[in-house]
């Protein structure tokens, strides 16, 4: 949530010490990233509050950062689907930080505006393929129950291999604990990525629903 003052100030590049690298040496492509983005001067840096806020506590972000490594790096599972599944959950969660971060990452994976607009009535909405459908169904039931349901798990068994699944499972688990974390110590948005519009904002609920304009008299 980003409409209040953090409650853990992210630790910049600026302040990094040697402990800071250690921690961030499992996930050694974000850590260059960052280092490197703000010594060319850069401060629209996407992701850097949030290492900002985990460094708070380096071994807790090391282990994190090793299981993040494989959801970014090594999954299984298509980019489209990966930001699709994200985004989805990322709704759910009403965390307004990882969905502003990740609808640009959704365009460079191939989802169209419709598409987009389409995620937040997720699996719900027409329009979807039934593999997508299938997909957004299983990031709600796992938000909601924990559990795939078991028709959920055969259809999507058809479409992806076992390590696809475990993957999904897996990254749907990831982003729902980073978007716990970054709602509750309120992790800004960084310059350069947009915040959300007033209507999806009311719609995620960080907003309330303003009341309905006077009849003029």
Known sequence: ???????????LPSHYDAVALDAMSTFPGAR???????????RDIAGLHL??????????CKAFLAFEKHVFSASSLPFR???LAILRISWLQRCEYEYAQHLPQGRKAGLS???LQRIPSGSAADGWSAQDADLLRGVEELHRDARLA????????????????????????CFGSLCAFANSVNVQLEEGIAPLDAVSKVRLGLWPVPPPESPPP
Do not use: K, Y
């Open 1 to 11: 949530m980003t409409d209040h003052p953090p409650r853990l100030e992210p630790i």
């Open 32 to 42: 260059d990233f960052l280092v490197n983005a703000w010594q060319s001067g850069r």
């Open 51 to 60: 290492m900002g806020a985990l460094l708070h506590h380096p071994e807790l």
């Open 81 to 83: 689907e990966r930001e």
């Open 113 to 115: 505006e419709i598409e």
């Open 150 to 173: 078991d028709d959920t798990w055969s259809r999507l068994s058809r479409c992806f291999d076992t390590r696809q699944m475990m993957d999904f499972v897996l990254l749907v688990g």
